[in-house]
């Protein structure tokens, strides 16, 4: 069982200092045993931020963990952040790392979408999908992106092969007007499915 999917302080036991230099820019962020990739930044997830391309208006940092994605994305870009995640202790991290790193965001513990309304709606949506919670769920927060995403707005994924990546490609292919690959190297995927008016 991934802790990471689990609501208890008791995981909480090593709190430590990561830091990140990209874009030119510096980052430090405070994580703790239980969280996905506490000991180091993940490098999917970096990935994921060099190939994004510039983004604009508001982004939705899903399933944010202790915040990078969405924290990194804000300072580069300077948009309206939102942060969600399932775990609270997760969240509370991630709303000190924004603050710790100068970021305004809104946050929204949130079983995916299910503290959202049908009116919360973004131009951008980023997300390191949640593999050991299985491919249902996985795909629910595919479709869920798909309708709280703005005419026009985007759905970012980073995923490995190994994990689904082929499956994840077919499924955005299915929900999203269109799907494509930012980046393919080495068994490891970038994913763009954009909401488009046909």
Known sequence: MSHYFIENPQLLTH???LHLKIFNLE?????????????????ASQ????????????????GCGYGVLGIVLA??????????????????YAIKNAKKNNVEARAIHSNSFSAFSS????NHIVLNPPIHAGKNV???????????????????????????AESTLKKLSEIFTTCQ???KKKGLF????????V
């Open 119 to 122: 009116d919360d709606k973004f």
């Open 27 to 43: 980052f430090e962020f405070l994580t703790n045993n239980g969280f996905f990739s506490h000991t180091e930044i993940d490098s």
């Open 181 to 183: 690959t930012l980046y």
């Open 47 to 62: 990935i994921l931020l060099e190939y994004m391309p510039p983004i604009q208006g508001s982004l939705l940092d899903l």
């Open 190 to 197: 970038v994913f763009k499915g954009t909401v488009s008016l």
């Open 75 to 92: 300072k580069k870009n300077k948009v309206t952040l939102t942060i969600s995640d399932i775990n609270s202790l997760a969240l509370e």
């Open 138 to 164: 996985m795909y629910h927060m595919y479709e869920e992106s798909a309708k709280h995403l703005h005419i026009g707005g985007a759905l970012y994924i980073v995923i490995h092969k190994k994990h689904g």
């Open 15 to 17: 709190e430590r200092k």
